[in-house]
């Protein structure tokens, strides 16, 4: 071969392996690599994994965090500055944006989580996604439960600026009793054409979708099958995984409006919750189709529960029911929900925290929708309106998604019962538009 | 999975030995957080993190047996970088239905050297049997080798050669930092800046950039955009968008620059017609001149031997070089003998938008199809040679007169 070119100073590259000390440790402790779970009294099940082709089963560490997008190597970047490194934020308009400063970043980046989350991973999203058109949104995620105590600095900021002056010294109340709901079984059903209640819940012990690797999301999966198919009565269902499902499924799925989607929206991909689709990602339901499960999509699980029309008190009943029922079931096999007082049931997202609640209902409202007072009127129910293809929709037809605008600092109770009482007022208003007269006298004072 | 039972005193022992690895395990958290220098992801077996791919058609999922993932899988570059952030756009896309994609990709020079007991054997399926172990690369960029480059400008539209450059020294796109990637913009905008005579050119920063400028780069045909498609995006490359991006070019236009998009920098020469000695002439002199400048500051390419000039994609190591031409062939491209005549000549056929477009109107863009285990001027005299054939294929047709299928160039020897 005729090298009349070389570059100059071609060579071999050398490199070193940072010492295996952890591994060594690792192997002391627990010698063959074993899933410890107390089942029932007298016996301890030892979950076992046999490897197949391997001889003997491999310890498996790693040395720097395994985010995809390439915010591993935190040590080395240490050796560029902070301000070399600082995002350019300033065509940015979201959450994230407004509270990281050049002087914050260079305090956090230093720090990760004990999994490997950095600052840059939990502000990644903001950084590639400078704005929304509709909703202003928070640019930054949790990759585990200890992201909100170690990004602190950030993140309560970001967690007052976004639900209304929450205090970091401030405690969430949680309250799952039905009982305490007033009314809501008697929203019009001319108008409401669908009621839903919808939330998420963290499994301890795992990372969440924007960090777990395909282990730990597979393990989700496996508990939360286990724990689904422990339900009985009107919540006895079934589970689809996404990678399994056949195309009459698949069908069957879509026409109920349950089948969730490989994630399209730019705010979710950014932050690595897309990876390995559709791995380990499911729906359940059970079998009267009210109650919903999915597994792994932009949380560890969404638990909705919705039927048509306007019985929002049902609703609310089976969901709060089945809600405390799984809770238990996942207890019991000895994974709590990641919850604490200060921040409620801790979710991906920091909006939503909290109760992480969501109650809305579809409902018509055309003249309501065209009165120029109907911004202001929601602002003062505390409620907010989307299009009803979810968060990044326009509406179609004068058909509104109104839900509860709040998560954290309310309880759910509260939260429900203000879409009830909110969207009641919102149909009477309707009303009398429909009449030609006037809505000035129902105009609300701001919660 | 299997279940085990076992008596009280076993159950109690394995309790208290439970009870000691998390206290232990806790401890040791405490201590990692206290040093911040190392960190334990959960303590999952290789088993359970493997990727399910049965589903899937690229390189890596090919070549990626369970004993492999086992064996890399808790392996990382000096600079963090590890097997499941390079497979990962491999495991998200399971196939393209024009090309097989490689499905994998690296984040530092370190990757092919850490991670070769999975990229040698895709590098040896893609690059047709080139074993980086035992064989060496030929790297030629001396352009008054070539021959015969002036196409017929009746049917050459115009003709292009590309090829990538990496800084050694700093992470590539899938793995970079904001800071070494603005680094990256800094080395060689400075280099740039010294370009002299027909080069001398100027920088557009994809951050700066005015409205007007913006529309000029558009109508040249030179503005690189926000990577839209999921083989990159999945890949981490798009990260912190337009962040130190941006595209240089010379006064005449036939000389460009992208610099952070897919790799490090992409150089292009380019002109209208079909005069590709001219086009190869000043993309050799242009390389060589930039490489100057970038030693005279202390920096290099990323090279050696075994796998020539180190870009992101495995698909581009070796040269780099992608050599074409937008051609036309209303009626070649009909003939049932068209792809065996490519495949033949070692050519492989685009649509005139990139590699994931279709034809239209009967142009189309041909280019080599080997990138590793042949020189430069190899590889554009396979272009060169190829193309004539063609036009000379389309000419017959036009004519009424029958083609012939070339026998299979015999330049690779690498096995199969």
Request: charged share 25%.
């Amino acid at each position: 071969m005729d090298y009349k070119y070389r570059p100059i100073g071609a060579q071999t590259v050398d490199y070193k392996l940072r010492a295996a000390a952890i591994s060594r440790t690792g192997e002391l402790l627990l010698g063959r690599r074993c899933w410890f779970v107390s089942s029932s009294v007298g016996k301890i099940g030892i979950f076992v994994s046999t490897t197949g082709s391997n001889s003997s089963p491999q310890i498996r560490q790693q040395q720097g965090s395994a985010m995809p997008f390439g915010n591993t190597h935190n040590q080395m970047k240490m050796k560029y500055t902070s301000e070399q490194e600082y995002p350019d934020l300033s065509k940015h308009n979201n959450h994230m944006a407004k509270v990281l400063t050049p002087a914050m970043y260079e305090r956090l980046r230093s720090k990760q989580t004990p999994s490997g989350f950095t600052l840059d991973d939990v502000i990644q999203t903001g950084v590639d996604n400078p704005g929304h058109p509709f909703i202003m949104t928070v640019g930054c995620v949790a990759g585990d439960e200890e992201t909100y105590e170690v990004f602190k600095e950030l993140l309560d900021p970001v967690i007052q600026d976004r639900h209304g002056g929450y205090k970091p010294t401030d405690k969430h109340k949680t309250d799952l009793n039905p009982a305490n709901l007033k009314g809501g079984d008697d929203l019009d059903s001319n108008y409401v054409l669908s009621s839903r209640v919808r939330t998420g819940r963290s499994v301890c012990g795992f990372c969440l979708p924007p960090h777990c690797s395909r282990g730990e999301r597979r393990a989700v999966e496996k508990l939360s099958i286990e724990a689904l198919a422990s339900l009985t009565g009107d919540l006895k269902g079934k589970y689809y995984a996404l990678k399994n499902m056949t195309d009459a499924e698949q069908q069957q799925l879509i026409d109920d409006h349950f089948l969730f989607d490989k994630p399209v929206s730019p705010l979710l991909l950014a932050s690595g919750m897309g990876r390995d689709w559709p791995d380990a990602r499911g729906i359940w339901h059970n079998d009267t189709k009210t109650f919903l499960v999915w597994v792994n999509e932009e949380d560890h699980l969404r638990v909705i529960s919705m039927q048509k029309g306007g019985n929002m008190k049902e609703v609310f009943n089976r969901f709060c029911t089945g809600l405390t029922t799984i809770e238990t079931l996942f207890k019991d096999r000895g994974h709590a929900f990641m919850w604490n007082e200060h921040l409620g049931y801790i979710l991906t997202c920091p909006s939503n925290l909290g109760t992480g609640l969501r109650a809305g209902v579809h409902v018509k409202l055309p003249n309501m929708s065209k009165n120029a007072k109907f911004e202001e009127v929601l602002k003062r129910l505390r409620l907010q309106k989307r299009g009803t293809g979810g968060v990044d929709t326009a509406a179609v037809g004068g058909v509104f998604d109104i839900s509860n605008a709040d998560r954290l600092g309310f309880s759910e109770v509260e939260l429900v019962q203000m879409v009830v009482d909110g969207v009641k007022l919102l149909v009477e208003m309707e009303k009398k538009l429909e009449k030609g007269q006037s809505i000035d006298d129902l105009i609300p004072a701001q919660k | 999975m299997c279940y085990v039972e076992v008596s009280w005193s076993e159950s109690l022992t394995l309790y208290l030995l439970r009870t000691c690895a998390h206290a232990a395990k806790k401890l040791f958290f405490l201590s990692q957080r206290l040093t911040q220098q190392y960190v334990i992801m959960n303590l999952y077996l290789c088993s359970a993190e493997y990727p399910d791919l049965r589903k899937h058609n690229n390189c890596m999922a090919s070549n990626l047996t369970p004993a492999i993932y086992a064996k890399l899988c808790d392996k990382a570059t000096p600079n963090g970088y590890t097997l499941d952030q390079a497979i990962q756009t491999g495991v998200d896309n399971p196939g393209h239905p024009f090309i097989k994609t490689v499905g994998m990709v690296a984040g530092d020079e370190e990757s092919y050297e850490v991670f070769a007991d999975l990229l040698d054997p895709i590098i040896r399926e893609r690059h047709n049997g080139y074993d980086p172990n035992i064989m060496k690369h030929p790297t030629d960029l001396d352009s008054s080798k070539l021959q015969s480059g002036h196409f017929d400008e009746r049917y050459v539209l115009s003709s292009r050669v590309r090829t990538g450059r990496s800084i050694r020294g700093l992470s590539l796109p899938p793995a970079c930092s904001r800071a070494e990637r603005r680094e990256v913009e800094r080395v060689v905008v400075d280099a740039l800046a010294g370009l002299k005579g027909d080069l001398t050119g100027r920088y557009f920063s994809l951050t700066q950039m005015t409205e007007a400028e913006q529309q000029q780069l558009i109508d040249d045909h030179f503005l690189f955009d926000k990577p839209v498609s999921p083989l990159l995006t999945c890949a981490g490359m798009a990260r912190d968008w337009p962040d130190a991006r941006g595209i240089w070019h010379n006064n005449e236009k036939t000389f460009l620059i992208w610099i952070n998009e897919e790799d490090h920098t992409r150089v292009i020469s380019m002109e209208k017609g079909g005069n590709m000695k001219r086009v190869f002439e000043r993309f050799c002199r242009g390389l060589k001149e930039v490489e100057r400048l970038i030693q005279e500051r202390g920096w290099e390419f990323m090279w050696n031997e075994r796998l020539g000039y180190v870009l992101t994609c495995p698909s581009n190591l070796g040269t780099g070089l992608r050599a074409g031409v937008h051609v036309k062939l209303p009626l070649l491209s009909k003939d049932p003998r068209f792809s065996k005549i490519l495949n033949n000549l070692r050519l492989q056929k685009r649509g005139t938008g990139g590699v994931d477009t279709a034809a239209v109107g009967g142009v189309f863009d041909i280019s080599n199809l080997d990138r590793l285990g042949h020189s430069e001027v190899q590889l554009v005299q396979t272009v060169v040679d190829g193309v004539n054939y063609l036009i000379e294929c389309e000419k017959r047709l036009e004519k009424g007169q029958d083609i012939k299928v070339p026998p299979p160039i015999n330049f690779y020897m690498h096995g199969t």
